[in-house]
T-cell receptor
Framework: RKEVEQDPGPFNVPEGATVAFNCTYSNSASQSFFWYRQDCRKEPKLLMSVYSSGNEDGRFTAQLNRASQYISLLIRDSKLSDSATYLCVVTLNQGGKLIFGQGTELSVKP | GAVVSQHPSRVICKSGTSVKIECRSLDFQATTMFWYRQFPKKSLMLMATSNEGSKATYEQGVEKDKFLINHASLTLSTLTVTSAHPEDSSFYIC???????????FGDGTRLSIL
């Protein structure tokens, strides 16, 4: 079983759509959780950290369910510029090595 | 602005050449840096953890004699791909954490192509 597993993509959605990404992790001792965004042939960039209470940043909402070992990312009112690969990332301890999911590609069309 | 700088961004060289990639933290000290590799359409895989002043910790399956890591100062880690072959062609990315508990910031990555 992969340590971090994401929805297989790609997701093709029209502008303005709401899209949800799912992620599960296998190690219950995992401590920190993130969503990163990676554009084609570029380095990953931190989108947001994920907290147990859930957190929102503009059009983006992240949720964490420790009991189910499940993480989600919701993007509302999607824009063309949201097209990228979204990476679910987990770490066993803060400041430690990151464990990446395989990524879910999103393509937002006009 | 960028907090981690990686150089060079692109390397094309012949098989058998050794290639050095630098990773610098720009405005903070990083006792630990990480080196990742990403093949096309695949996720990032951690290769090794670079520790300032001590030996790097390599992930299973990564040859330490093939991928030499030196972390000689608190702002610089280098990865040298020795005697590179076409199968070493990949996107290499470093990262560093600002503070013990901060998120990791990535360098721009180095696209290595071995002919």
């Amino acid at each position: 079983r992969k340590e971090v597993e994401q929805d297989p993509g790609p997701f093709n959605v029209p502008e303005g759509a709401t899209v949800a990404f799912n992620c599960t992790y296998s190690n219950s001792a995992s401590q920190s959780f993130f969503w990163y965004r990676q554009d084609c042939r570029k380095e990953p960039k931190l989108l947001m950290s994920v907290y147990s209470s859930g957190n929102e940043d503009g059009r983006f909402t992240a949720q964490l369910n420790r009991a189910s070992q499940y993480i989600s990312l919701l993007i509302r009112d999607s824009k063309l510029s949201d097209s990228a690969t979204y990476l679910c990332v987990v770490t066993l301890n803060q400041g430690g090595k990151l464990i990446f999911g395989q990524g879910t590609e999103l393509s937002v069309k006009p | 602005g960028a907090v981690v700088s990686q150089h060079p961004s692109r390397v094309i060289c012949k098989s058998g050449t050794s290639v050095k990639i630098e990773c610098r933290s720009l405005d903070f000290q990083a006792t630990t840096m990480f080196w990742y590799r990403q093949f096309p359409k695949k996720s990032l895989m951690l290769m090794a953890t670079s520790n300032e002043g001590s030996k790097a910790t390599y992930e299973q399956g990564v040859e330490k004699d093939k991928f030499l890591i030196n972390h000689a100062s608190l702002t610089l880690s280098t990865l040298t791909v020795t005697s590179a072959h076409p199968e070493d062609s990949s996107f290499y990315i470093c990262s560093a954490t600002r503070g013990a508990e901060g998120p990791q910031h990535f360098g721009d990555g180095t696209r290595l192509s071995i002919l």
